[in-house]
């Protein structure tokens, strides 16, 4: 493939996934993790510091990564964040992750890249987890750049690249802990390979120099920068609760061997429409064929294609193995599908490289079938955004639920106290996220977990609490919202208020 092909084929995968990120990225109702991360960015944002907490928030290279972007739009303050601010960060790690595909290019050829890139851009899950502000899409990104710099290094002999190797690994590791299961499927693959061709090639020094480079980037981040010295231990000893939860205890997330395969190939629930990955799954079988019957291009590196091959299928495995799954963990290995179907379409082009019409049609039925995929990306991202017949769409709030802050900016702008009115909000921890972040500009908000543990004064002006909670009608008017598909949240407001609300409706 020509220079300015290639060239220009990259602009315009570039310009289709920006299309399907970047619009209407405030839109969707944060989801309640979502929401938890932005939480805790606040405090890094307004008192600089940051503690690691592996109760479900991970690793600190999130929290991290979007300061700068805070900087740049001039939030001081969590009050003045926007849902955009958060979400630009996974918009820019999913555009990174295509723009930086060509680094195989050696690997698997030109024309595997371009197809792997415009496969990465239409993929609906991975532009749907590209606007999702939790540590996926990161961890998909720094995962490629492990693979690709530790595979340039072996090749090469590069120290450089040794260390590029180790300082992704470092940060896969710091972004999520849960990096470990890739670690051993890398592992696995590498082991594989090895036996496939009878050779084994150990470039210790490199390979110490990564392994220095990933401990230090990890116990910088993990320990704060040296502030909370027990951080990285910290980190090891959560694998313990990790551990359960993959066997399914303490968690209610818990699905059978099969929930990402259905996701991979066909999904659809309660007279929906029909979901998949079909096109990336197919051809990256495709792609595995091939390069396990060693008929890829000459362009192609066997070495690393039937790496891509072990390690997809073993990442594939284990995430389906673990009882514990959540449809943002098939992304890792998504991507892996990804590259073979890459090399799986370059294969079917060099098998018709001397058939000029029936490699036309190869070409036109990809891109049709690629379009295809986009429109459904564009669903994905758009009026099914927060649809729970979406399978990208998981506990997710509900759109409702913004009618419920509308409510309180609503009353917030009639009041005389303003922002300054007094929220009471009294539900289970598991109930009240996202609310916390959407409360985000009201100073006096307070949490309780029943109501017996209520303070009689002062008299608050708006109570939130979940849906069995009763207040006395003459003192409040009750309004319910929906907060997920199971779950309902109760609104009781003053009746001054509401009689105050209802005088502007007139």
């Known amino acids: 493939m020509k220079l300015w092909m290639f060239t220009a084929a990259f602009l315009m995968i570039l310009f289709a996934g920006l299309a399907l990120r970047i619009p ?40 991290y990564l979007t300061l700068p972007i805070a ?44 197809a792997a890139a415009l496969l ?24 490629f750049i492990t693979i690709a710099a530790g595979w340039r290094s072996l090749q090469t002999g590069s120290r450089t690249w040794a260390v590029v190797c180790g300082l992704s690994a470092g940060l896969m590791f710091a972004t999520k802990e ?35 480079c990933a401990a230090g980037i990890a116990g910088v981040l993990y320990s704060s920068f040296f502030t909370n010295p027990s951080g990285p231990l910290e980190s090891i000893l959560a694998f313990k609760g990790y551990l359960a939860r993959g066997t399914g205890i303490n968690t209610d997330h818990v699905h059978p061997w099969n929930f ?5 190939t066909h999904y659809r629930f309660d007279g929906g429409p029909v979901w998949g990955e079909t096109l990336i799954f197919g051809l990256g079988l495709g792609g595995c064929v091939f390069i396990l019957l060693n008929r890829i291009p000459v362009k192609c590196d066997p070495g690393l294609a039937r790496f891509l091959v072990f390690y997809t299928l073993l990442l594939t495995a284990v995430y389906s193995t673990i009882s514990y799954k959540t449809p943002w963990c098939m992304l890792s290995f998504l991507h892996g599908w990804i590259l073979l179907a890459g090399i799986g379409v370059a294969s079917m082009l060099e098998r018709c490289e001397k058939r000029r019409i029936l490699k036309g049609l190869v070409v036109v039925l990809f891109l049709a079938a690629s379009i295809r995929t986009g429109q459904l990306a564009k669903r994905t991202v758009g009026p099914y955004a927060a649809d729970y017949r979406n399978p990208y769409v ?35 921890s598991d109930e009240i996220w996202p609310l916390p972040f959407y409360l985000r500009q009201f100073p006096n908000v307070g949490y309780w977990l029943d109501a017996d543990s209520l303070p009689t004064e002062p008299h608050p002006d708006i109570i939130v609490s979940s849906a069995d909670v009763e207040m006395d009608p003459h003192q409040y008017c009750s309004e319910f919202y929906g907060l997920r598909p199971d779950t309902l949240l109760a609104v009781h ?12 409706r007139k």
């Not at 001081?76 to 960060?89: G, H, K, N, P, V």
């Not at 991975?126 to 995962?143: C, G, K, N, P, V």
């Not at 051993?184 to 693959?189: E, I, K, P, V």
């Not at 709030?397 to 009115?421: W, Y």
Request: aromatic share 12%; with cysteine; charged share 15%.
């Open 24 to 63: 209407q990225l405030a839109d969707r109702p944060m989801h309640h993790d979502e929401a938890n991360q932005a939480y805790r960015f606040g405090t890094l944002l307004e008192n600089g510091t940051y503690r690691y907490d592996a109760d479900d928030h991970h690793g600190p290279t999130l929290y």
């Open 178 to 212: 849960t990096a470990v299961i890739a670690y051993a499927a890398m592992a696995g693959a590498g082991l594989l390979c090895a036996g496939w061709s009878r050779k084994l090639h150990l470039p210790l020094k490199n390979m110490l120099i990564a392994a220095a």
């Open 120 to 143: 990465t851009a239409v993929s609906p899950a991975m532009a749907y987890y590209s606007r999702f502000y939790i540590q996926e899409i990161l961890l998909t990104f720094f995962t």
């Open 493 to 504: 407001i003053d009746s001054e208020l509401w009689n105050a609300f209802m005088e502007t």
């Open 260 to 264: 990402y395969l259905k996701m991979l």
């Open 71 to 114: 900087w740049v739009t001039g939030a001081q303050t969590f009050a003045e964040t926007t849902e955009t601010t958060y979400r630009m960060l996974p918009v820019l790690f999913g555009m990174l992750l295509i723009l930086c595909i060509p680094m195989l290019r050696k690997g698997i050829g030109a024309t595997a890249v371009v």
């Open 394 to 428: 998981y506990a997710h709030t509900m759109p409702d639920f913004r009618n419920l802050v509308q409510r309180i900016n609503d009353l917030e702008a009639v009041s005389a106290k303003g922002k300054n009115l007094y929220i009471q909000v009294i539900a289970d």
